[in-house]
């Protein structure tokens, strides 16, 4: 299948949406060009699904920087926390940059079914994001209980509470999936964002790109919608958003 008919098939609900091999291209330009560096002093760290498929369809160039370092658990909320944005926070050459790459995932199949995807094989299709199909499915069944956080189930108990705080609108949309990865790409984007305001850097640039990562079928890849394309200048600390030239179809 063409790139053209794979992303035709992605718009269907994700009309932004590039390859992430694309989004990766993009990235090391814009690192290049606008930020004048090397890809080696750049430090990746990424917030995406533990899931298998976001380490089998990772992008082979995203290995010209730095790491990555692995902050995501389930669905990609930031699991590791402030120590962990310390800890990479600290691994960065002195006048580089780091570059957090985050979002929840979400499965389209060849056919444009949402929540899931058909992995090498199998020959069933299978869910994807696992973890948000089994919190909207306790939703539904009103059985997810305020503040039911567990040491044994952590992250999924998390990911549960997240969209029990926005239930309505996760019940009452047109599809409940798509609503509920609008939400959690909410609550990581915000996490991140105080997780970054509370971190000292010794670099130069933070770079952050929030995204709804969208695997697709062992033979069609992975996409990327682009949400959030921030570089902070560390020295003046002024933020910029670059999101209307990302988002530029080429
Ligand atoms: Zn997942």
């Known amino acids: 299948m063409k790139k053209r008919e794979k992303l035709a098939i992605i718009h269907s609900w994700y009309p932004n949406a590039i390859t992430t091999i694309?989004?990766?291209?993009?990235?090391?330009?814009?690192?290049?060009?606008?930020?004048?560096?090397?890809?080696?002093?750049?430090?990746?760290?990424?917030?995406?699904c533990s899931d298998d498929v976001n380490s089998i369809q990772y992008p082979a160039r995203t290995q010209e920087f730095l790491g990555p370092f692995k902050m995501g658990g389930l669905d990609g909320f930031p699991f590791t926390g402030l120590t962990g944005m310390g800890a990479?926070?600290?691994?960065?050459?002195?006048n580089g940059a780091v570059f957090i790459y985050y979002g929840p995932h979400v499965g389209i199949t060849k056919d444009g079914t949402l929540g899931e995807i058909h992995r090498f094989g199998q020959s069933k299709n299978s869910g994807?994001?696992?973890?948000?199909?089994?919190?909207?499915?306790?939703?539904?069944?009103?059985q997810i209980k305020a503040g039911n956080v567990s040491e044994l189930d952590y992250q999924m108990n998390t990911i549960e509470q997240i969209l029990f705080n926005e239930k309505e609108r996760v019940l009452n949309a047109p599809a409940p999936l798509f609503t509920a990865t609008e939400v959690i790409y909410e609550a990581i984007d915000k996490r991140i964002n105080e997780l970054v305001d509370?971190?000292?850097?010794?670099?130069?640039?933070?770079i952050l790109v929030g995204a709804i990562l969208v695997n697709s079928d062992s033979d069609m890849g992975s996409f990327t919608e682009i949400r959030r394309f921030d570089v902070i200048d560390l020295t003046t600390k002024k933020r910029q958003n670059n999101i209307e030239r990302f988002n530029q179809h080429s």
């Open 128 to 142: 994807c994001c696992g973890a948000a199909k089994g919190a909207l499915a306790k939703l539904v069944n009103n």
């Open 198 to 206: 509370k971190t000292n850097y010794t670099c130069k640039y933070v």
């Open 88 to 94: 990479f926070a600290s691994h960065v050459p002195d």
């Open 22 to 48: 694309d989004s990766v291209n993009k990235i090391i330009d814009f690192v290049e060009y606008d930020l004048d560096l090397e890809p080696k002093q750049v430090m990746l760290a990424d917030s995406v």
